[in-house]
């Protein structure tokens, strides 16, 4: 059972690579085109949006704190009104603890289970801890959620602006968003650079949405420049997510393109890719220094899995080395937790090669 359990699993994974190979055999030729990536430009994207008086209400921030018997507490407060509870609120200390808002995607809530998951690890390392409630806005059709990311990074600026007027410091200030959320978290840094002079200390985006935000400038979208240090884990950089190096520290995990899947006979694909970067980030929380990428000398090369020669590491998660910026390649297990620790540095264990070598490694073979 074990054997054909295996089968299957790398049957997933040959789906999942849609006829790509990997590790330098295999290279595009110019006459075969080059990725341009899912809706590269949505023509009325940067025109204006707003939410009225009668909705602002339901554009909300989630308080999430675990207590110190183990209980998860969470309370939804209009983002507006929102910093007149937490300045009552006694467990907050914005003066001496680090403070992280999280920004969900499209079609996502910070009531689903990965962003529980997520405000959980981030409050036992410590954290005051915000989630974005933006399911009321960020359900739209597709180009219409995206003219209102920048109105609700915006409101979320404000918000974090708000909470400096009670303590908070932009050092102890870390953003986070996932897909649309990684650019409404880079709205709100802007915003919070452009009021008090001061960046956050750091934003991380899992695989920013790339849809209607491939040709933007970087003004309107996730960029390096918005905070201190800026980090980004791709997983589906053709699909859901974005190619582009965004920031100091760019990590594309297992090339970026396709995750491998955990479960036999379905493939990892688009949106499985693009949401296991969430997972990862979350793991990775969980096993410090357990998901290590290595340096890489392009985009191009961690696509094909070439980086392995390097003796330059790093980390995702809360142990990234930004003293060692640039663009990494990040080995992973198919199964959770997914980290490989040391092993995923060896170019014998790159998951694709490897599975395709261990399926053909007779010599003859009779049907």
């Known amino acids: 059972m074990s054997e054909v359990f295996k089968i299957a ?42 939410i009225s008086a009668r909705m602002m209400p339901q554009l909300q921030v989630t308080i999430h704190r675990v207590t110190s018997a183990g209980q998860i507490e969470r309370r939804n407060l209009p983002v507006e009104s929102a910093h007149k509870f937490v300045a009552r ?46 399911f009321a806005f960020l359900t739209h059709i597709y180009p219409k959620s995206v003219r209102l990311v920048r109105f609700i990074g915006k409101k979320m600026g404000e918000f974090l602006v708000k909470l400096t007027e009670l303590g908070l410091q932009p050092e102890n200030l870390e953003l986070v968003g996932a897909s649309l959320g990684a650019h409404e978290v880079a709205f709100a840094a802007k915003y919070f650079y452009q009021v008090t ?42 699909g859901f997510g974005i190619a582009e190096a965004l920031g100091h520290v760019d990590v594309y995990v297992n090339g970026g393109e396709f995750q491998p899947s955990d479960i036999p006979y379905i493939p990892c694909l688009i949106v499985c890719s693009h949401i296991r970067a969430f997972i990862y980030h979350w793991q990775a929380l969980e096993h410090p220094k357990k998901f290590i990428a290595t340096k890489c000398d392009s985009v191009q090369e961690a696509r094909f899995a070439q980086c392995f020669n390097s003796t330059v590491t790093n980390y995702i998660g809360l142990e990234t080395h930004f003293d060692r910026p640039g663009i990494y390649y990040l080995a992973t297990s198919n199964e959770f937790p997914y980290y490989k620790g040391k092993d995923g540095l060896k170019a014998e264990n790159e998951i694709y090669t490897s599975v395709v070598k261990r399926i053909n490694d007779d010599d003859g073979f009779v049907v």
């Not at 808002?101 to 079609?107: E, H, K, P, T």
């Open 197 to 238: 002079g001061k960046k956050p200390a750091r934003l991380t985006g899992l695989d920013p949405a790339g849809p209607c935000y491939r040709s933007l400038s970087s003004e309107n979208k996730f960029w390096k420049t918005d905070a201190e240090k800026v980090d980004v884990i791709h997983t589906n950089i053709d």
């Open 9 to 50: 699993v790398a049957v997933a994974m040959l789906f999942a690579l849609a006829g790509e190979s990997r590790a330098g055999t295999y290279a595009p030729r110019a006459d075969y085109g080059y990725p341009a990536g899912l809706i590269p430009d949505c023509p009325g994207v940067l025109k204006n949006a707003s």
């Open 89 to 134: 609120d006694k467990s907050i200390d914005l003066k001496n603890k680090k403070t992280v808002l999280y920004a969900v995607g499209f079609w996502d809530s910070s009531a689903f289970p990965f962003s529980q998951a997520l405000g959980t690890s981030y409050s036992r390392r410590g954290y005051n801890v915000f989630i974005a409630e933006t």
